[in-house]
T-cell receptor, first 114, second 115 residues
Framework: KAGVTQTPRYLIKTRGQQVTLSCSPI?????VSWYQQTPGQGLQFLFE???????NKGNFPGRFSGRQFSNSRSEMNVSTLELGDSALYLC?????????????FGDGTRLSIL | SQKIEQNSEALNIQEGKTATLTCNYT??????LQWYRQDPGRGPVFLLL?????KEKRKERLKVTFDTTLKQSLFHITASQPADSATYLC??????????????FGTGTRLTIIP
């Protein structure tokens, strides 16, 4: 089975721009979660989508949004980029998105804001 | 406040020895606790999951314990090898404001096995 695929791997943007990141989960997985990872804050939960519905959300501003398509692929959008948004953005998939299941991570998108 | 703390940001262990990593949590009552390994520039990889009613779980050279009274999990790597060098993350399930559970991660411990 192919793993979780995230595109692009690297992205450079400037302040005020917006960005869209993509995540293709493992086939058969209906839950996709997004995380932001920075050296200072570690791995922070952004949101989770299950069957095209946002089921869970972390403590991030409304500039961070996402969606999930009928094939379970997910996109994450960040608008009005700020310097502090520079981070590794990871997505993870699982069958049902329950804590009793392992999360399968992609290798992330490294976003740099200039 | 709720916290998940992993012992020291970095840990250096001599090859062949047992590495022990600690995950402490406060103000949580998780039903599950997971451990992940993360290599530089890569996403975390799942290693082990332990339930609240399990005291110990093993997988090859890895062992995890879960003490809900102490609110602590220990992660052991026996006969450590340089290839075990990585950052190790613990994660536990917490109830979110949305009324369901989500995984929350600790900040990780960077383990270096010295040949």
């Amino acid at each position: 089975k192919a793993g979780v695929t995230q595109t692009p791997r690297y992205l450079i943007k400037t302040r005020g721009q917006q960005v869209t990141l993509s995540c293709s989960p493992i086939s058969g997985h209906r839950s996709v979660s997004w995380y932001q990872q920075t050296p200072g804050q570690g791995l922070q939960f952004l949101f989770e989508y299950f069957s095209e519905t946002q089921r869970n959300k972390g403590n991030f501003p409304g500039r961070f949004s996402g969606r999930q398509f009928s094939n379970s692929r997910s996109e994450m959008n960040v608008s009005t980029l700020e310097l502090g948004d520079s981070a590794l953005y990871l997505c993870a998939s699982s069958v049902e998105g329950r804590p009793r299941e392992p999360q399968h991570f992609g290798d992330g998108t490294r976003l740099s804001i200039l | 406040s709720q916290k998940i703390e992993q012992n020291s940001e970095a840990l250096n262990i001599q090859e062949g020895k047992t590495a022990t990593l600690t995950c402490n949590y406060t103000n949580y009552s998780p039903a599950y606790l997971q451990w992940y390994r993360q290599d530089p520039g890569r996403g975390p990889v799942f290693l082990l999951l332990i339930r609240e009613n399990e005291k110990e779980k093993r997988k090859e050279r890895l062992k995890v314990t879960f003490d809900t009274t102490l609110k602590q999990s220990l992660f052991h790597i026996t006969a450590s090898q340089p290839a075990d060098s990585a950052t190790y993350l613990c994660a536990l399930d917490v109830w979110s404001n949305f009324g369901n559970e989500k995984l929350t991660f600790g900040t990780g411990t960077r383990l270096t096995i010295i040949p």
